[in-house]
T-cell receptor, first 111, second 107 residues
Framework: NAGVTQTPKFQVLKTGQSMTLQCAQD?????MYWYRQDPGMGLRLIYYSASEGTTDKGEVPNGYNVSRLNKREFSLRLESAAPSQTSVYFC??????????FGPGTRLTVT | EDQVTQSPEALRLQEGESSSLNCSYTVSGLRGLFWYRQDPGKGPEFLFT???AGEEKEKERLKATLTKKESFLHITAPKPEDSATYLCAGRGNMLTFGGGTRLMVKP
């Protein structure tokens, strides 16, 4: 039981490049989330998916898109990366009792 | 707007010196108050959920309590391995996180 897995662990992009962050969970959870964590800002919700086939914006969705590929997988796409998107990105999943289980994170630097 | 505030931002303790971390919240229709532990370079690890005022949960040296406005994470006789950042979060429509308390326990 791997829990929540994320790939890649580290990534460096140049301004304007695109990339997709991958997330998968094996706990049969309905809900999945993408957060970013920045010093002094805490964890902020980018997008979430309450169930397979649905996605909704969170607090900071600008510059991002998501796809809930199936119940296990939820990807985050940066279409044209900007230095302001330098951050640590966490994926999480939750059962109906709301506690969230987090992946190990992706450390993204945009130069 | 939901808000969660943690204090202090950083706390240094000697091994064995008990203390408490505070989490003040204003969350509309609270559906749970959550505590997480985060080690450097890792994702947050779920510790506790509290649902109603007066509720308490314990795990080893940690005990979480909840009132109508605050939650406390009590650490009894901490050890160096308890050093981490502790996050609390309140669930209304979504989960709102506080900024965390960085705990350092010296031997």
């Amino acid at each position: 039981n791997a829990g929540v897995t994320q790939t890649p662990k580290f990534q460096v992009l140049k301004t304007g490049q695109s990339m997709t962050l991958q997330c998968a969970q094996d706990m049969n959870h309905n809900s999945m989330y993408w957060y970013r964590q920045d010093p002094g800002m805490g964890l902020r919700l980018i997008y979430y998916s309450a169930s397979e086939g649905t996605t909704d914006k969170g607090e900071v969705p600008n510059g991002y898109n998501v796809s809930r590929l199936n119940k296990r997988e939820f990807s985050l796409r940066l279409e044209s990366a900007a230095p302001s998107q330098t951050s640590v990105y966490f994926c999480a999943s939750s059962p109906q009792t709301y506690e969230q289980y987090f992946g190990p994170g992706t450390r993204l630097t945009v130069t | 707007e939901d808000q969660v505030t943690q204090s202090p931002e950083a706390l240094r303790l000697q091994e064995g010196e008990s203390s408490s971390l505070n989490c003040s919240y204003t969350v509309s229709g609270l559906r749970g108050l959550f505590w997480y532990r985060q080690d450097p370079g890792k994702g947050p690890e779920f510790l506790f959920t509290l649902y109603s005022a007066g509720e308490e949960k314990e795990k080893e040296r940690l005990k979480a309590t909840l009132t109508k406005k605050e939650s406390f994470l009590h650490i009894t006789a901490p050890k160096p391995e308890d050093s981490a950042t502790y996050l609390c979060a309140g669930r209304g429509n979504m989960l709102t996180f506080g900024g965390g308390t960085r705990l350092m326990v010296k031997p």
